[in-house]
């Protein structure tokens, strides 16, 4: 017997009917057959999207945040409910729609009481008709407060949500309450002891009020030592709003010391966004990676895809990163990571540092400025990645112009003091076709470079790219500068059917 349609599909059994018991049988093989094959031709289908992705609290909050769900059905009606698990404790839940048969909205609510400071991974599990998960992530931490044009103290427990300085074991979380609308820098935030945190994130949403301004008082350092390292990094995405983010004190220090953290900078949806680190003593960080605008570093990026975040504005995916970082004026930055492909995939290279790496590109400029001293223990850098730029007549990458009578240095090895594995710029490898190349002007000729290399990329292309998409580099260097190279490649077409790097 054959299915109409679906030659592939074919069952074949006895016509053979000794016993009423074989004829039974039959009937059953015809029935199971075809409701596999059927099942195999339309399977359901579902995905669910929330916003916020993150939601942040403070460790002693008593209260409930509203998280706003859609959730799309395809390929049939079997009814599809959602749970939420990995509810640590203190934290419960309700959806005023739980039940679903065709694609709808449903609002989550959180109730949380006293959650243990850090992350906590939640999934909202779709389940019946069809199954799927979303991952929502739940931070707590000790919380700044504040008031426009007042300064506090990190010591201060009135600085703090709860009236409790934060300690080793906490996230310290910067969001937009105590955020500041002063465009000159007001220091509302002074570190006015040695101290040591798990993590430090900056979250603020608000287009004014949008700058916080730490300062870190002469002799005093900020450790930060947990997995979570340092970020700044919204709870939603598509947030339309620029944030700026001041670290300063000239005889002061922050470590960010933790080989399975990273340094990350996640502002999407191209707003301007500054880390300036300019007015700091010293900035010294141990980390896996220092992702400075690249997707690739966004917590849960592949589960938000797989669930209909794209261009939707109300799910959008995060994309379109332009950060613009100043170092302080000693930098010593070491990060750990080695790509597991060795720097050849040519969907995915992941840096030890990357400045710009977007799936979904934009042509506004990603920048960096280096301090006086600085010095770079990595297996591999990249300035300007997949669609992504950094290319104003100045420079994308360059010192600092306010140091330049201070003969500024940067020093590049491999985490060892050897070479390094790969030094790129404008490195286009990303997992399908580009409408947006990469530009990037890196010029250190205001400073000396010292750098030992095993490859060099100047503009290196990616699979699929042959939508006219371009990969540009430019690097100069002062007289005197040593780039100690194995391998130099200025122009790679590793993918044979691109014609623009």
Same mark, same amino acid.
């Given at each position: 017997?054959?299915?109409?349609?679906?030659?592939?599909?074919?069952?074949?059994?006895?016509?053979?009917?000794?016993?009423?018991?074989?004829?039974?049988?039959?009937? &059953?093989?015809?029935?199971?057959?075809?409701?596999?094959? =059927?099942?195999?031709?339309?399977?359901?289908?579902?995905?669910?999207?929330?916003?916020?992705?993150? /939601?942040?609290?403070? +460790?002693?909050?008593?209260?409930?945040?509203?998280?706003?769900? =859609?959730?799309?059905?395809?390929?049939?009606?079997? *009814?599809?409910?959602?749970?939420?698990?990995?509810? $640590?404790?203190?934290?419960?839940?309700?959806?005023?729609?739980?039940?679903?048969?065709? =694609?709808?909205?449903?609002?989550?609510?959180?109730?949380?009481?006293?959650?243990?400071?850090?992350?906590?991974?939640?999934?909202?599990?779709?389940?019946?008709?069809?199954?799927? #998960?979303? !991952?929502?992530?739940?931070?707590?931490?000790?919380?700044?407060?504040?008031?426009?044009?007042?300064?506090?103290?990190?010591?201060?427990?009135?600085?703090?949500?709860?009236?409790? $300085?934060?300690?080793?074991?906490? +996230?310290?979380? &910067?969001?937009?309450?105590?955020?500041?609308?002063?465009?000159?820098?007001?220091?509302?935030?002074?570190?006015? /002891?040695?101290?040591?945190? =798990?993590? @430090?994130?900056?979250?603020?949403?608000?287009?004014?009020?949008? &700058?916080?301004?730490?300062?870190? +008082?002469?002799?005093?350092?900020?450790?930060?030592?947990?997995?979570?390292?340092?970020?700044?990094?919204?709870?939603?995405?598509? /947030?339309?709003?620029?944030?700026?983010?001041?670290?300063?004190?000239?005889?002061?220090?922050?470590?960010?010391?933790?080989?399975?953290?990273?340094?990350?900078?996640?502002?999407?949806?191209?707003?301007? #966004?500054?880390?300036?680190?300019?007015?700091?003593?010293? &900035?010294?960080?141990?980390?896996?990676?220092?992702?400075?605008?690249?997707?690739?570093?966004?917590?849960?990026?592949?589960? !938000?895809?797989?669930?209909?975040?794209?261009?939707?504005?109300?799910?959008?995916?995060?994309?379109?990163?332009?950060?613009?970082?100043?170092?302080?004026?000693?930098?010593?930055?070491?990060?750990? #990571?080695?790509?597991?492909? #060795?720097?050849?995939?040519?969907?995915?290279?992941?840096?030890?540092?990357?400045?710009?790496?977007?799936?979904?590109?934009?042509?506004?400029?990603?920048? @960096? *400025?280096?301090?006086?001293?600085?010095?770079?223990?990595? +297996?591999?850098?990249?300035?300007?990645?997949?669609?992504?730029?950094?290319?104003?007549?100045?420079?994308?990458?360059?010192?600092?112009?306010?140091?330049?009578?201070?003969? $500024?240095?940067?020093?590049?090895? %491999?985490?060892?003091?050897?070479?390094?594995?790969?030094?790129?710029?404008?490195?286009?490898? %990303?997992?399908?076709?580009?409408?947006?190349?990469?530009?990037?002007? /890196?010029?250190?000729?205001?400073?000396?470079?010292?750098?030992?290399?095993?490859?060099?990329?100047?503009?290196?292309?990616?699979?699929?790219?042959?939508?006219?998409?371009?990969?540009?580099?430019?690097?100069?260097?002062?007289?005197?500068?040593?780039?100690?190279?194995?391998?130099?490649?200025?122009?790679?077409?590793?993918?044979?059917?691109? *014609?623009?790097?």
């Amino acid at each position: 017997m054959a299915s109409a349609g679906r030659p592939d599909d074919r069952i074949s059994i006895s016509t053979s009917q000794r016993t009423l018991g074989t004829g039974r049988l039959r009937v &059953f093989v015809l029935l199971f057959a075809f409701a596999s094959a =059927s099942s195999a031709w339309a399977q359901q289908m579902v995905t669910v999207s929330a916003q916020p992705v993150r /939601v942040t609290v403070p +460790d002693s909050f008593t209260g409930s945040t509203l998280v706003t769900n =859609s959730v799309t059905i395809g390929g049939g009606s079997s *009814q599809v409910n959602l749970t939420v698990v990995g509810l $640590p404790p203190g934290v419960g839940y309700s959806f005023d729609i739980a039940a679903f048969t065709e =694609s709808g909205g449903a609002n989550l609510t959180l109730n949380t009481t006293n959650v243990a400071p850090g992350e906590h991974v939640l999934s909202i599990d779709a389940s019946g008709g069809a199954e799927n #998960h979303f !991952l929502l992530t739940l931070q707590s931490g000790r919380m700044w407060t504040g008031q426009t044009n007042v300064t506090g103290n990190w010591s201060a427990a009135s600085s703090w949500v709860g009236g409790v $300085p934060p300690g080793a074991a906490d +996230d310290v979380l &910067f969001t937009q309450l105590g955020a500041q609308t002063n465009t000159a820098g007001f220091t509302n935030s002074i570190v006015d /002891v040695d101290t040591t945190i =798990s993590s @430090l994130r900056f979250s603020q949403t608000d287009g004014t009020a949008r &700058f916080h301004t730490l300062l870190i +008082d002469s002799g005093r350092t900020l450790w930060i030592t947990g997995t979570n390292g340092f970020r700044m990094l919204r709870d939603a995405t598509g /947030v339309a709003g620029q944030m700026n983010v001041k670290i300063g004190g000239a005889q002061g220090t922050m470590v960010v010391s933790n080989q399975n953290a990273n340094v990350a900078v996640l502002i999407d949806n191209q707003q301007a #966004h500054t880390l300036d680190l300019s007015g700091l003593g010293t &900035f010294v960080a141990d980390v896996d990676r220092v992702g400075l605008g690249d997707y690739r570093l966004y917590p849960n990026y592949t589960n !938000l895809s797989a669930n209909g975040f794209g261009g939707n504005a109300a799910f959008l995916i995060p994309r379109r990163f332009i950060p613009a970082v100043i170092l302080a004026r000693t930098n010593v930055i070491r990060a750990v #990571h080695a790509d597991p492909g #060795h720097y050849m995939n040519p969907a995915f290279r992941d840096y030890s540092l990357t400045l710009g790496n977007n799936e979904i590109g934009t042509t506004a400029d990603c920048t @960096l *400025q280096l301090g006086i001293s600085n010095v770079f223990f990595l +297996d591999s850098i990249c300035l300007i990645q997949s669609s992504a730029q950094g290319d104003p007549a100045a420079g994308g990458v360059v010192f600092n112009p306010a140091f330049a009578t201070n003969n $500024p240095v940067a020093y590049f090895r %491999g985490t060892n003091g050897g070479r390094m594995s790969v030094f790129a710029i404008a490195d286009a490898a %990303g997992p399908g076709p580009s409408g947006t190349g990469d530009k990037a002007i /890196v010029n250190l000729s205001a400073g000396y470079v010292d750098a030992l290399i095993d490859r060099l990329y100047l503009a290196r292309d990616r699979t699929n790219s042959s939508d006219g998409a371009t990969a540009e580099a430019t690097l100069t260097i002062a007289k005197g500068s040593i780039l100690d190279v194995n391998t130099a490649i200025l122009g790679f077409q590793g993918q044979g059917n691109n *014609q623009n790097v």
